[in-house]
Structure formats: structure tokens, C-alpha cells
């Protein structure tokens, strides 16, 4: 049975925010992943007009078609705010990149309703088979963290 880490990846349609040149690069990884499992996915980033070829976005409300989940690596100062964004777009589920939350993030998530992933690195969940990231998968199975 898919734990609820796994069954995050499960939607059709994701944003994935973050940064281009800024202290926490954007999370191309999580975007090309859900790239290769055939998922919609549009790249929300501020200061880029372009992520791996694609066009970036400046915030949810230009996106060409509605999300059902996203994912935020952003610099932690900065998550809160784009957790009430992504509310306000009307996402539902959300996943905050490992040590990126806040005490200010969980409580806009919760008062808005939201499901939230938190403490994980979504690559170690999003990318399907071998990558430098397997290791770390089978540690956290092996422990029961997974």
C-alpha cells in the first residue's frame, strides 16, 4: 500500500515554485521527474521567465489551467506566503520541501484547509528508480521511515 508520501505524486496536475541564481536553486529535479511521469506540471518562479526550456510563471494566478497540488522549495522565509498563494489559487494539497517550513507555513496550511507534506525531500518520493537519491530511500524503508 502507497504510503501518503507516495500517493501525493498521484495527481494530475502540479506547480512546482522555487528560484532560479537564488540561495535555494528552483527544484529542477521534482519538475523534470513529474515531467517523466506524464503529469501536467507548470514551473511558478518570480524571477525566470523560462525552467528547463519551459515557461515559468510568476505566481499561481497566471498559470494557464488550475493545479490540484504543489510543490515549494523556496527560501523558508518565503513559505508561508506562497502557501497562502497557493491557497488562494485553490490547491488543496501541498508539499513544503524538507527544513523549508514554518511554524507561520503550517499554521496558514491548517487554517486554510490545506493537506500538507513536510519533513521529506520530494525527489526521494517523485523520481522512480535509481537515482542519487535511492540510497536515501532505502535507509528510510529499511528504518520504517518511509
Not at 498521484?10 to 512546482?16: I, Q
Not at 528508480?129 to 532505502?138: E, L, Q
Amino acid at each position: 500500500m502507497p504510503s501518503e508520501c507516495e500517493r501525493f505524486w498521484e495527481r494530475d496536475s502540479y506547480a512546482v515554485v522555487g528560484h532560479q541564481g537564488s540561495k535555494k536553486p528552483f527544484p529542477k529535479i521534482a519538475y523534470g521527474a513529474l515531467k517523466e511521469r506524464g503529469r501536467t506540471v507548470y514551473a511558478i518562479d518570480p524571477g525566470s521567465g523560462e525552467v528547463e526550456g519551459d515557461k515559468a510563471y510568476p505566481d499561481f494566478s497566471t498559470l494557464p489551467a488550475p493545479v490540484e497540488a504543489a510543490v515549494l522549495e523556496l527560501p523558508k522565509e518565503e513559505t508561508a506566503a506562497w502557501v497562502a498563494k497557493a491557497a488562494d489559487a485553490g490547491v488543496k494539497e501541498i508539499w513544503i520541501h524538507q527544513m523549508t517550513d514554518t511554524p507561520e507555513a503550517l499554521a496558514e496550511a491548517q487554517k486554510r484547509g490545506l493537506h500538507v507534506i513536510t519533513g521529506h525531500c520530494a525527489v526521494m518520493y517523485n523520481k522512480v528508480g535509481f537515482s542519487v537519491h535511492a540510497p536515501h530511500r532505502w535507509i528510510w524503508k529499511l528504518v520504517g521511515k518511509y
